[in-house]
Structure formats: structure tokens, C-alpha cells
């Protein structure tokens, strides 16, 4: 156990020299792009960039959010270069200097790119200017909470992450690491003093992976979320269900070898009900494919760390916001295995329904990688195979016997439902209600425009601005589950079509981990889909109003109508 902690300790500590701009060869950025502002008599603000010799600004990497298109500075005259990156282009070199009016009040977000002749391309930076006079009322809630971690205390953010790490563990993104932990403590029949100890060192492998791979996400732009759900990794750990799943129905007992369950044995003292580096190595598989959906504060937490380059501050909130998720999930374990009945013939039972608890986690892994009919079928099949073990134990209880009926039942629904093409879980006889829903689907699907290349994207977005019309972003991944809900939950009804009528729809597909979908991430610092951006008729996109993380129909209605109206 000691091993494992020091060297997730050891990966943790070292997240904090990862910046790869950090390199003897290459300045920081700081240093490369010196970034000043001051006000003026005039009551004008002066923006300066002055430029170390060997790099260049990108003209159009320049953004100014927070200012209508009438108080855009004027950009002076641009060097042209042909670059490696982005080809033909224009570029700023030696300094460069802005005048913003003094008609400018509020806040200005700063944007701007560069590169170095010797070959790096430098990620996108920002900065925040304080105008003066009435200060922008709303924020993105990313931008909010990253705002909050520059300004408050390390004590305020890591108890501020810590409660909204409580409520990310309810959502449905996060509700799967229930049953492990579930399974991990009862299906072994651990006292509540094993079953604590079980659920700290689960809880504690689970954040502190989380921390490790939120820093190493911020500092180097990965996609990580798409690199975790590759189908080898899903597969390895359905799998890794499926064997703890067998021991539970009696298949065979999940030992370690000989010479090493001795070992382990003699360090602990004849412990029983489950096993500390058991529970550290799921907890660690939990942080890496079972974590939560892109959220507001997780968006928010990754924008600090890749704005502000501290790791270690960021480092220690992701980790406060991986014990608030685990929090909930140790008490109900814990304090659940206090009212259970003493040890007996009862345990057999309990084990063989976490059995199936970890084969439909095993299922649920999969959930991205199967085609939906088979896995909906698959669930069906789960459904009834449960209904036929418990019917035999609990058909005598009164108060609880029709559960096994009603398993089956449904599943026979599902099975139904999947043979005829059905993919959704709740509505397994979809496919039989007509021509409805086929309508909806379809008006949905022409809507949007699916693009997955950067000048693909460029191209929609020139051709909005010179039709001075509104764009949604919609950043899409077929991994993503929060999309494809809101995929049938909100883009698929009329009423938010109608709404979005006249807006050019973009879907930014960026299942694949590959160098276009990272550059459309980064094009407006996007940590991971689903995050939907708004693009006004100009060109500039209302940074305030973006939306990270999942949203019902009322509500993105709502935020809508409220972002239209503001112009």
C-alpha cells in the first residue's frame, strides 16, 4: 500500500515542473510576450505587448471579449509569415501597442497566441483588464470559479471545492462509483471498521488520480477525456468487472499469488472483508474512466491552472473536489453497513447481488463503445438473468416480490425493444410509436452542421459573420453521454428548434484524439465537450453566456432568450 501512495505522491509532486514551455531552450511565455496596460490622461487604456526577439504575436489570435464591435481597438499594420502551423499569416514582432476608448467601461478579456522562430508554438493566453465604470454583471460559471481561486485563499477554495465536489457526486456522471464502492465493501462482508478503512483508501486513490489527471489535462491542452475512453481501455476494465463479478456467484475464489497474499496476509494481521490494494487499485480505476462529466467547476478549476500555470494550488482543489465527490459515497457505505444484520446465510445473498452490480457496471463501461441496440439488449438481458436468480430467494417476502417481476418485465421490454432498433433505456418501444418521433429526429439532424476541422469551422464562422448571423457551438464526442442526452432531450424537441431558428448550428465532433480536435478545443479553450459557445453577429463570442456541462430544455431556453436579448 505504502508503494502505491508514494508513488502516486511522487506523480503528484512532479505535475507541478510538467509545463512543457518550461524548457531550457525556450523562455516561458511571460517572458517571451511581456503584457502591459495602463490608463491614459485621455481616459483611453493603452494595451503593450512588447515582443522578445525571435517570437512573434499572431494578428489573428488577437481577441478583445467584453467589447461591442464599435470600441474594437484598431489593429495597426501586420508583418506577413508563412507559418508552419497555420500557413499564410499575418504576425506582430518587436512590440506591439492598442488604444482602447475611454467610452470602454466594464471588463475586457484579453486573448492572444504566439510562437517562437526556433520551432514552439506557444498555447493561447489570456488576461483580464479592469476598464472601469460598470463592471461586466455576469460570467461564465468557469470564468466565475476560476476568478474565485485568484482572488480567495487556498483555505476558501479547497472548502468552496470541496462542497461542490458533494454535489457533482449525485449527478448521474458520477452516481456508477456508488455500486463499486458498494460492492467493494458488502460483497466481502467487512465489519464497519474494515469497511471505513476499505472506503478511505478507495476514496482517497480515486481523488488523488482525479487531481493528477485534471493538472496534467490544464498544463499540457491534452484531451484526456477522449484518450480515457479508447475501446481498449473500456474493454480492460468491463473486464476487470466481470472477473470480480464470478467469485461473488461462487465461480472461483480471486486470489493473489501464494507468495504474495502471504506477504499481505502477515502485514495485516489476519484482516478480513476485502483488501486495501484492491480498494486503492479501483479507486484509481474509478478517478481515471468512472469520474464526472465536464462541469462548471471542474471547467473552471482546469481554466485556473492553465491561466495562472500553479499547479501545486490547483493540484490540491482538484483533490478537495475528488474527496467531495467521495464523500457522500464513504457515508452511504459506512454508515449502511452499521444497521446490517449480524453475518450469516444472508451474506451469500448479498454477495450474488453484487455480483450482478458489477457485471452491469461492466455493462455501463461499455455503454460508448457498443452499438445502442446491442447494449440495450445486453441490459435486457441483465434485467432478466437477475429476475430469474432473485425470484427463487424473495418470492416468499410479500413486501418485495414483485421486484424480481418487475426486472423481468422490463427487461423483456428492453430485449423487445432493441431486436426492433430501440436504443433508449426508459423508452425501450420507441420504435413502435410511428412517425413522430422519426420527424423530430430528422429536422434535429439537419440542423446542425457537423464540422471536425479547424478551417472547416473557420470557414462556417466567416460565412455567419458576413450573413451577420448567430452561431452555436456545440462540442460534440460520441463518448460523451451528457451530449447524447441533450442530443435527444434538447436539440431533439421543436420548441428549441424553432427558438434556434435563423442561428447557423455547429457541431464540433471531437471524439477522435487527434491534433484537429485538440485545436478546436483549444481554439476558445474548451476543456472537453459538452460545452455549448455562442457567437454573435460580429464575430465575437458572448464568453459570458457559454455553457459547460449538461442543461435541460427549460433552462438552455431560457439562457437563450436571456443571451439574444443582451445583444
Known sequence: MRVL????????????????????????????????????????????????????????????????AEQQPALPAALP????????????????????PASATGQLRMGWQGCADAGLCYPPQTSLVELGGTPVAEQAGDQALAGGLQQSGLAWSLLAFLGLGVLLAFTPCSLPMLPILAGLV???????????????????????????????????????????????????????FVLLALPMFGVFELQLPAWLR?????????????NLYGAALLGALSGLLMGPCMTAP?????LYIAQSGNAVHGALVLFSLGLGMGLPLLLLVTLGNRYLPRPGAWMNLVKGLFGFVFLGMALYTLRTVLEPSLWLGLAGALLIALAWAAWPVLHGLR???????????????????????????????????????AVASSAHSDAFIT???????????????AQGQWVMLDYYADWCV???????????????????????????????DAPSSRELLQRYQVPGPPSLIWIGPEGNERRAQRITGEIDAANFLEHWARTRSQG
Open 262 to 274: 502471504d506477504r499481505l496476509e502477515r502485514a495485516g494481521h489476519g484482516t478480513r472483508g476485502g
Open 5 to 68: 501512495l508514494f508513488a502516486l505522491m511522487f506523480l503528484f509532486s512532479g505535475l507541478s515542473q510538467a509545463n512543457p514551455f518550461a524548457q531550457s531552450d525556450f523562455l516561458p511565455v511571460d517572458k517571451a510576450f511581456v503584457f502591459s496596460s495602463e490608463r491614459l490622461p485621455s481616459g483611453e487604456m493603452r494595451l503593450h505587448w512588447k515582443i522578445t526577439e525571435g517570437h512573434y504575436l499572431y494578428q489573428k489570435r488577437l481577441k478583445f471579449d467584453g467589447l461591442p
Open 81 to 100: 509569415h508563412q507559418d508552419e502551423f497555420f500557413g499564410e499569416t499575418l504576425v506582430y514582432r518587436g512590440e506591439l501597442q492598442l488604444i482602447i
Open 186 to 240: 458488502l460483497g466481502n462482508g467487512a465489519s464497519a471498521r474494515r469497511g471505513w478503512a476499505l472506503a478511505c483508501v478507495y476514496v482517497l486513490s480515486m481523488a488523488l488520480v482525479y487531481a493528477a489527471l485534471g493538472v496534467v489535462a490544464a498544463l499540457l491542452g491534452a484531451s484526456l477525456q477522449a484518450w480515457l475512453q479508447q475501446p481498449w481501455l473500456l474493454g480492460t476494465l468491463a473486464a476487470l
Open 399 to 437: 413486501p418485495i416480490r414483485a421486484l424480481p417481476l418487475l426486472a423481468g418485465f422490463w427487461g423483456s421490454l428492453l430485449v423487445i425493444g432493441a431486436a426492433a432498433g430501440g436504443s433508449d433505456l426508459w423508452q425501450p418501444l420507441q420504435p413502435f410509436r410511428g412517425g413522430g418521433v
Open 482 to 512: 451528457s451530449c447524447k442526452v441533450m442530443e435527444k432531450q434538447v436539440f431533439a424537441r421543436a420548441d428549441v428548434l424553432a427558438a434556434l431558428d435563423g442561428v447557423r448550428l455547429l457541431r464540433l465532433d471531437v471524439t477522435a
Open 298 to 302: 471542474l471547467a473552471g478549476a482546469l
Open 451 to 465: 464540422v471536425s476541422q479547424p478551417a472547416d469551422l473557420q470557414r462556417e464562422l466567416d460565412t455567419a459573420k
